[in-house]
T-cell receptor, first 111, second 114 residues
Framework: EDQVTQSPEALRLQEGESSSLNCSYT??????LFWYRQDPGKGPEFLFT???AGEEKEKERLKATLTKKESFLHITAPKPEDSATYLC????????????FGEGTQLTVNP | GAVVSQHPSRVICKSGTSVKIECRSL??????MFWYRQFPKQSLMLMAT?????????EQGVEKDKFLINHASLTLSTLTVTSAHPEDSSFYIC??????????FGDGTRLSIL
């Protein structure tokens, strides 16, 4: 069974204080790993898809990386508007288009 | 691109009422649509997957007769919660995807059953 574990559960940063969020996964075959951002009372907003170990994607202050066992979402010099819950999800080769989500990391960036 | 609209955003109704939630892909044709349920401070739990013109595939433990899914076109899927009870109160979110593209989500429906 697919397992997706995100850490930490919650993270508080000062504005400008860079950090990383972790997503560890266990699947028999990875088709893709996805990062989403979710604001309170809203649906998840797509950020990145990673397909193979060594791949990296960047968008503004965010950079996602992937290894065979985990993915990191690096946040460089965060701003208060980066505050949200960040969700990681995996798509397994044997599961069609289904996604298995982690529990998320709730990020708060204080001004 | 890839905008998904979900309606209504909030529903409050009495126990025993049936509630229909719509999910539309506004600027693309979705080969597959998904319905999720999310409890407070928890992650998304997949309820069912639907492809246009075919029956939905429900996840284990999800009652097919309770949560009716219709996917009549490439841009519209509906979830009907039949004879809703307080324990069905939750945040329901749909998503849609094109082939080989990521899922894009609607903004969810907060369902409260009194």
């Amino acid at each position: 069974e697919d397992q997706v574990t995100q850490s930490p559960e919650a993270l508080r940063l000062q504005e400008g204080e860079s950090s990383s969020l972790n997503c560890s996964y266990t699947v028999s075959g990875l088709r893709g790993l996805f990062w989403y951002r979710q604001d309170p009372g809203k649906g998840p907003e797509f950020l990145f898809t990673l397909y193979s170990a060594g791949e990296e994607k960047e968008k503004e202050r965010l950079k996602a990386t992937l290894t065979k066992k985990e993915s990191f979402l690096h946040i460089t010099a965060p701003k208060p508007e980066d505050s949200a819950t960040y969700l990681c999800a995996v798509q397994e080769t044997a599961s069609g288009s289904r996604l298995t989500f982690g529990e998320g990391t709730q990020l708060t960036v204080n001004p | 691109g890839a905008v998904v609209s979900q309606h209504p955003s909030r529903v409050i109704c009495k126990s025993g009422t049936s509630v229909k939630i719509e999910c539309r892909s506004l600027d693309f044709q979705a080969t597959t649509m998904f319905w999720y349920r999310q409890f407070p401070k928890q992650s998304l739990m997949l309820m069912a997957t639907s492809n246009e013109g075919s029956k939905a595939t429900y996840e284990q433990g999800v009652e097919k007769d309770k949560f009716l899914i219709n996917h009549a076109s490439l841009t519209l899927s509906t979830l009907t919660v039949t004879s809703a009870h307080p324990e069905d109160s939750s945040f329901y979110i749909c998503s849609a995807r094109r082939l080989a593209q990521p899922q894009h989500f609607g903004d969810g429906t907060r369902l409260s059953i009194l």
